[in-house]
């Protein structure tokens, strides 16, 4: 039993499953993925994710910023509280810093400091809320660490979304109550080092995504990504500790309830009964 952590289903390739979200989510379903976290990368965009989520119980969502998005105006702190209590987002995000395209665009992005105020703002959204965060950094280490100690509450926490980091960093956020979610790019034959976190890492501190329809793990590189091939993320990360890929689901999955603690209840019979099990839900 799967979760995909992060999926942007609301941007999903036309060509998957002929453009029908139900038949993409219907293909996840067969192989076990049975609960969906659809991202919103901006607060005009949260309706139409909200939208899915109402059509299909195994979905929920979350509101933010992304910070590679420009936006008309820069929401403040009220604005992001407002469009996530009123669409039940579970999550603040995607938020937070990235700086790789500064260097090769910086006339396409928003510069550092449009980027560390949204951000910002997103983390004290979020402690106000008592939600955890989804960040996204990128060649922005320090800075993003700095952020978390200094607006996140550990017993909340958060996730590293996509993860593509050394080991260092992916320890300190852990160390600050935050997950690390593992995405199709741990498969790729060039991320030795990010092979390195899947083993590294507390198996109940990682959670799995596929980021779809972007980074399609092998065996499906190059192609759309979609929600059903979290699974082969899953077993990269099993054959790399050497456990089963049941160990990695479980885990994972009640990981992922443990943080976006507000998805519980929107969990179907048989997740809850698990949820039970592993007193995460009563």
């Not at 209590?85 to 992005?109: M, N, S, T, W």
């Not at 320090?142 to 260092?168: K, N, Q, Y």
């Not at 790729?188 to 109940?204: I, M, Y």
Request: hydrophobic share 45%.
């Amino acid at each position: 039993m799967f979760v995909d952590s992060h999926c942007h289903l609301d941007r999903l390739d036309p060509a998957t499953h002929g453009g029908d979200l139900t038949a993409t989510l219907d293909a996840a379903r067969a192989r076990g993925v049975k609960q969906f976290l659809a991202i919103g990368v901006t607060l005009d965009e949260v309706p139409g994710v909200a939208a899915i989520a109402r059509e299909h119980d195994d979905v929920v969502i979350s509101a933010g910023v992304h910070p590679l998005h420009r936006v008309d105006e820069e929401p403040d702190v009220e604005a992001i509280k407002a469009v996530a209590d009123r669409f039940g987002a579970v999550a603040i995000g995607e938020c937070g810093l990235d700086y790789h395209y500064l260097k090769k665009a910086p006339d396409q992005v928003p510069s550092r400091e449009i980027q560390r105020e949204r951000f910002r703002r997103q983390l004290i959204a979020a402690s106000e809320l008592e939600l955890p965060v989804i960040i996204h950094t990128r060649e922005a280490r320090d800075e993003t660490l700095a952020l978390i100690r200094e607006h996140t509450d550990p017993a909340v926490g958060g996730v590293l979304h996509c993860f593509t980091e050394d080991l260092e960093m992916a320890r300190e956020a852990v160390r600050h109550g935050f997950y690390i979610s593992l995405s199709g790019i741990v498969t790729f034959h060039s991320a030795k080092a990010l092979r390195e976190v899947a083993r590294q890492v507390p198996l109940d501190r990682l959670l799995i995504e596929t980021d779809s329809p972007y980074l399609a793990p092998v065996p499906h590189r190059g192609k759309p990504n979609e929600p059903a091939w979290v699974v082969e993320v899953a077993e990269c990360i099993a054959a790399e500790r050497g456990i089963s890929v049941e160990e990695v689901a479980m885990q994972t999955t009640a990981n992922f309830y443990r943080l976006f603690r507000a998805a519980a209840p929107e969990a179907s019979e048989e997740m809850r009964g698990i949820l039970q099990g592993a007193g995460l839900v009563t």
